[in-house]
């Protein structure tokens, strides 16, 4: 009695393990989509990539194609400037439109090798066995070395939320005085040695040209 009592805990226990860890994926406005079911509708593909992470050989990643998930999720993303990701921390990136669309990332969730778990280090923080998940965005820089250029710049992890942005409306709320009130526009005019509101989104769109695309 007292083993099948311990069977069934043990049974209860390692379901709930695994359903807390199952990935899943915010896209839009949309609830949250977990993995197994991106995975039905998108199709599984194979990465191979020089991770920056992993430096000195090729790693193989298991993982989703970002402009097929987006096509099948993420109506109108084709005429947005960016795709934001968003991460477990927090933390925000945005990646222009034209980059995904030429480069077609894979955003990952597992290395190929099942024995491989899906942690790196991180010297320069002094850090290790770091989680990439749920999700990772890894680009072929085999194919298109120029991706190289890149670094670290937008192979971001712990991916939660994915959705499009326009750099305009997007940028007049994270820097409010880039869509002045009139009250504002009125200290601006007095005020001497300011950079205008269009300065400011100007000279962001120009930094976001500059990287590798």
């Not at 939660?160 to 750099?167: R, T």
Request: with cysteine; net charge positive.
């Amino acid at each position: 009695m007292k083993v099948r009592i311990f069977a069934v805990l043990f049974l209860l226990l390692t379901t709930c393990f695994s359903m807390a860890k199952e990935a899943t994926l915010q896209i839009g406005d949309a609830k949250p989509i977990k993995l197994k079911q991106l995975k039905k509708e998108i199709g599984e593909e194979i990465a191979k990539v020089n991770d920056p992470y992993h430096k000195g050989w090729v790693s193989e990643f298991k993982g989703l194609s970002l402009v097929k998930l987006l096509d099948k999720k993420l109506e109108g993303w084709r005429n947005a400037d960016a795709i934001l990701s968003t991460s477990l921390d927090g933390y925000k990136i945005s990646i222009p439109v034209s980059k995904i669309i030429k480069y077609n990332p894979t955003l990952t969730y597992a290395f190929k090798d099942p024995k491989k778990k899906f942690v790196f280090d991180n010297p320069s923080q002094n850090a290790k066995n770091l989680d990439y998940g749920p999700f990772y965005l890894v680009w072929d820089n085999i194919n298109f070395p120029v991706l190289k250029r890149s670094g670290y710049y937008d192979w971001t992890w712990k991916i939660v939320k994915l959705e499009s942005i326009q750099y305009t409306s997007y940028y007049s709320k994270a820097f409010p005085m880039l869509n002045p009130t009139p009250a504002q526009k009125a200290v601006l005019n007095t005020t001497k040695h300011i950079v205008s509101p269009a300065t400011l989104l100007q000279v962001r769109k120009v930094e976001l040209k500059a990287l590798p695309c």
